[in-house]
T-cell receptor
Framework: NAGVTQTPKFRILKIGQSMTLQCAQD?????MYWYRQDPGMGLKLIYY???????DKGEVPNGYNVSRSTTEDFPLRLELAAPSQTSVYFC???????????FGPGTRLLVL | GQNIDQPTEMTATEGAIVQINCTYQ??????LFWYQQHAGEAPTFLSY????GLEEKGRFSSFLSRSKGYSYLLLKELQMKDSASYLC???????FGAGTRLTVKP
């Protein structure tokens, strides 16, 4: 199993550009999550999904959108990138709400 | 509120024991997790408590008191490779603490 994979590993965006961060898991997990981690800080939940077709906002959803058309994929969309969105983005998955989360390697995003 | 508090930084000596505390407030509870995160890497699972008491896994142990909203991670026989950030997470809220950066010195 590849576990949780994320692409790209690193990206530089100009202010106002948009992009999609890709996340996929091959563990047949129902739950998937997007977190951001600013330098020296903990993880903040952006969006999560409890299954295909179902998504919900986390702590910091503004400026982001998600979709979950399949069990495997959970892309994160940034529209109109802003410098405040410079961060490391981690995707994670778990079988359910009480099981441990498995994290992808992260995407480092720089908005200039 | 729904806060998770951990000390920002700790330093310990190789071979010693260190205890990292975590206090939390939550509207519901179904488990508290500890993760290890080395610099530039993703968090990896260390330990999990859902009932009060101590869970032991080799050199790592985690304790939970639900009535006090308190947990700690105990690391024994510290090694240099244990230098990392340690994050506690309340599963119900899908929230993480800011992490404790542990430096192990020779």
């Amino acid at each position: 199993n590849a576990g949780v994979t994320q692409t790209p590993k690193f990206r530089i965006l100009k202010i106002g550009q948009s992009m999609t961060l890709q996340c996929a898991q091959d563990m047949n997990h129902n739950y998937m999550y997007w977190y951001r981690q600013d330098p020296g800080m903990g993880l903040k939940l952006i969006y999560y999904s409890v299954g295909a077709g179902i998504t919900d906002k986390g702590e910091v959803p503004n400026g982001y959108n998600v979709s979950r058309s399949t069990t495997e994929d959970f892309p994160l969309r940034l529209e109109l990138a802003a410098p405040s969105q410079t961060s490391v983005y981690f995707c994670a998955s778990s079988f359910d709400r009480v099981e441990t989360q498995y994290f992808g390697p992260g995407t480092r995003l720089l908005v200039l | 509120g729904q806060n998770i508090d951990q000390p920002t930084e700790m330093t310990a000596t190789e071979g010693a024991i260190v205890q990292i505390n975590c206090t939390y407030q939550t509207s519901g509870f179904n488990g508290l997790f500890w993760y290890q995160q080395h610099a530039g890497e993703a968090p990896t699972f260390l330990s999990y408590n859902v009932l009060d008491g101590l869970e032991e896994k080799g050199r790592f142990s985690s304790f939970l008191s639900r009535s006090k909203g308190y947990s700690y991670l105990l690391l024994k026989e510290l090694q240099m490779k244990d230098s990392a950030s340690y994050l506690c997470a309340v599963r119900y809220d899908m929230r993480f603490g800011a992490g404790t950066r542990l430096t192990v010195k020779p």
